[in-house]
C-alpha cells in the first residue's frame, strides 16, 4: 500500500531560521495566537500520524539565495522523525509559498521533470489564451509554478505526481466595489487560464498512457462562489475533465453532485468581522482512472468531521494548531 498526502502549511516558512533550522520558541508564528514552538509541535503530531510515504506540502519553506526549502524541510522531517525524510522542490517562486514533496526515499525515486507541449508549454513559462474572447492573446504565469514529478514506487511502478497551488481570487488593491469586482473578474480569469493550462499537461501524460495524480490546493471548488455562474466552471472541473480521461477525487465528486447541503471541507478559515469560521473544500487529491481502480481510501483529515480524529482530543487540537488546512490522503493499492 502507498499512501499519498497533501497539506498546505500556513506560514511553514515562518518556523526556520536562514539556516534552515527549526525556530522552537515561544516567540509567535505566523499563526493567530500560536508560538512557533506550538505549532512545531503541532506539525509534528500530524505527520506523524499522517505516515506518508509521499506528501505534497503548498506553502513549503521559502526557497532563494539565503534560505532552503529543501533543507528546512528536511530537518523538519528529521525532528519529528519521518521516514519521509527527503525533499524536493521543483521551479522556486518569489512568493515565499513553494511547493515541495516529502518523501521516503526506500519506497520511492522522485525527480522533477517538467514537460511540455505545443499547446501548453513548462509551467515556469508564459501560457498565451484568449481569456475574453477579444481575439487577442492574453499572457498567463504562475505565480507558484506547479511542480511536476516523475515517480517509481518500490523500483517498479511509475506515475506522474503534479503539486499544484492555483492563484486566490482574492481582489488584494481593491479601494470600491467597483474595484473589487473588476479584479475580481481578473483573477478568476487568470485561475481559470491556470487551470486550463494545467489540465492540458493532464491530458499529455493520459495520452502517452501514464498514471497520474493532481494534488494540492486548487483555491478553488464547486459552487464556491457567484464567479462559477459567470464563467459556468470551476477551475476544480476543467482539471477534471470529462469522459473516459476524467480525473477523479470522491470529495470533488460529492460536491459536485449536490450544491445544497452539507459538503466536505479541508480548510477552516476565521472571519473577523462576521465573527465566525467559514469552511472550504480547496484541497484535492485528483487521480487518473488508472489509478482510481488502485485506490483505496481518500481521507480528509478534519478534526470535526473525521470521527477518529474528533475522539483523539490531541489530535484535534494539533490540526487546528498546526494551519488553517487540513491534510488529505490517499491509500493505494500498487
Known amino acids: 500500500m ?13 518556523l526556520f531560521d536562514d539556516h534552515g533550522q527549526l525556530l522552537n520558541d515561544e516567540e509567535w508564528s505566523g499563526r493567530r495566537d500560536v508560538t512557533r514552538k506550538d505549532q512545531i509541535a503541532a506539525l509534528t503530531q500530524v505527520f506523524q500520524a499522517l ?15 539565503r534560505r532552503n526549502s529543501v533543507a528546512a524541510l528536511q530537518n523538519f522531517a528529521d525532528h519529528a522523525g519521518l521516514r519521509a525524510g527527503r525533499a524536493m522542490i521543483g521551479f522556486a517562486n518569489d512568493t515565499q509559498q513553494e511547493i515541495a514533496f516529502l518523501y521516503d526515499p526506500a519506497r520511492i525515486t522522485a525527480q522533477h ?33 506547479p511542480l511536476e514529478i516523475a515517480l517509481t514506487v518500490d523500483g517498479a511502478f511509475e506515475m506522474r505526481l503534479i503539486g499544484a497551488h492555483l492563484k486566490s481570487k482574492a481582489p488584494h488593491g481593491a479601494r470600491s466595489r467597483d474595484d473589487v469586482m473588476r479584479l475580481s473578474i481578473a483573477n478568476r480569469r487568470k485561475q481559470l487560464a491556470q487551470a486550463i493550462w494545467l489540465r492540458r499537461r493532464v491530458a499529455a501524460h493520459l495520452s502517452a498512457g501514464t498514471p497520474i495524480a493532481v494534488m494540492g490546493d486548487l483555491n478553488d471548488g464547486p ?12 477551475s476544480v472541473e476543467i482539471v477534471m475533465g470529462t469522459g473516459a480521461d476524467a480525473l477523479f477525487d ?6 459536485l453532485s449536490q450544491k445544497v447541503g452539507a459538503q466536505p471541507s479541508t480548510a477552516r478559515f476565521y472571519i473577523a468581522e462576521e465573527h465566525r469560521y467559514l ?19 481518500w481521507r480528509i483529515w478534519h478534526p470535526f468531521d473525521d470521527p477518529d480524529c474528533y475522539a483523539d482530543l490531541t489530535m484535534r487540537e494539533a490540526l487546528l494548531t498546526a494551519s488553517d488546512h487540513f491534510p488529505v490522503t490517499l491509500d493505494l493499492d500498487l
Not at 505516515?51 to 539565495?65: K, Q, S, W, Y
Request: glycine fraction near 6%; hydrophobic fraction near 40%.
Open 113 to 145: 521533470s517538467p514537460a511540455e507541449a505545443d499547446d501548453a508549454p513548462r509551467f515556469d513559462r508564459t501560457f498565451h489564451i484568449d481569456l475574453d474572447i477579444d481575439a487577442t492573446s492574453d499572457d498567463v504565469t504562475f505565480s507558484k509554478p
Open 250 to 255: 470522491p470529495h470533488a465528486d460529492e460536491a
Open 279 to 297: 469552511q472550504a473544500l480547496l484541497d484535492y487529491i485528483l487521480v487518473s482512472p488508472a489509478l482510481r481502480g488502485r485506490a483505496k481510501r
Open 51 to 65: 505516515d506518508a510515504d509521499g506528501l505534497m506540502v503548498i506553502e513549503a519553506p521559502d526557497m532563494n539565495r
Open 223 to 234: 459552487g464556491l462562489d457567484e464567479f462559477e455562474a459567470l464563467f459556468g466552471r470551476s
Open 2 to 14: 502507498l499512501r499519498l498526502a497533501t497539506y498546505n502549511v500556513e506560514w511553514f516558512d515562518g
